[in-house]
């Protein structure tokens, strides 16, 4: 009889195990990176990182999880994030910037507690610097290789032309992006065809679609300054 419990015993506990792993929910907060596993952002139900929690590590919508919708009262952000709060889903409307973790315990915290519906997460170079030699500013900055070789800065936005950055043309191969602005690249000149949007310093994966796609440029402002806000 006892050898027909141990297996069944011993089965349970690693049904139990391969749930503890699976699940991001209910974690100590802090969960900083350690060696080469990732950190997690962790949206929690109660202010000051407690109660139930749900751990991101990319953007995050309502529809991904209704139980989280209007329900997150504090936010961890491990080092070389930035979020981008929403109060409506798809990432609709003017964010909210967070740089810092918010534990939702200030006087104001009360107009963002509970009214968070989507989430844009942004890797930062502060804590992982892909360029740090250069200095551009507040010029987006385009290379023909991964942030070496030639390269063009930006003033505004870009479309290739026969004395506008010709030698650029389906050339790009990596874009240092400024806080504050996005880029949205597009696959022909004048703006036209597919287009993605850039929210950090880009270099393309293996086999990437954009490596050497992209013929014009648009640089945009992400918060117009009379709606910039920042959290806490």
């Not at 990182?49 to 919708?69: M, V």
Request: proline content about 6%; glycine content about 8%; charged content about 25%.
């Amino acid at each position: 009889m006892k050898k027909r419990i141990l297996p069944i015993v011993l089965g349970l506990l690693g049904f139990q195990v391969a749930l503890a792993h699976g699940d991001h929910r209910n974690r100590h907060p802090r969960n900083s990176r350690v060696g080469n596993t990732p950190a997690y952002i962790e949206l929690y139900k109660s202010t000051d990182f407690r109660g139930e929690a749900l751990f991101i590590d990319r953007d995050w919508s309502c529809e991904f999880d209704r139980d989280f919708c209007f329900n997150i009262e504090s936010i961890y952000l491990p080092e070389g994030f930035e979020l981008y709060l929403y109060e409506h889903s798809n990432f609709r409307g003017e964010p909210i910037i967070l740089q810092h973790s918010w534990d939702g315990l200030g006087r104001r915290d009360r107009f963002l507690r509970n009214r968070i519906r989507s989430i844009r997460v942004v890797r930062r170079r502060q804590a992982q610097p892909l360029i740090p030699q250069y200095n551009f500013g507040n010029q987006v900055v385009v290379f023909n290789d991964a942030f070496c070789g030639q390269q063009m800065s930006i003033h505004g936005n870009w479309s290739v032309g026969r004395h506008n950055g010709f030698a650029f043309n389906d050339c790009i191969s990596a874009i240092y992006v400024p806080r504050g602005y996005k880029v949205r690249v597009y696959e022909h000149a004048n703006y036209r065809g597919r287009y993605m949007d850039i929210y950090s310093d880009w270099i393309p994966g293996p086999h990437d679609f954009w490596n050497n796609r992209i013929s014009s440029i648009q640089v945009i402002p992400l918060n117009p300054p009379r709606t910039y806000r920042r959290y806490p």
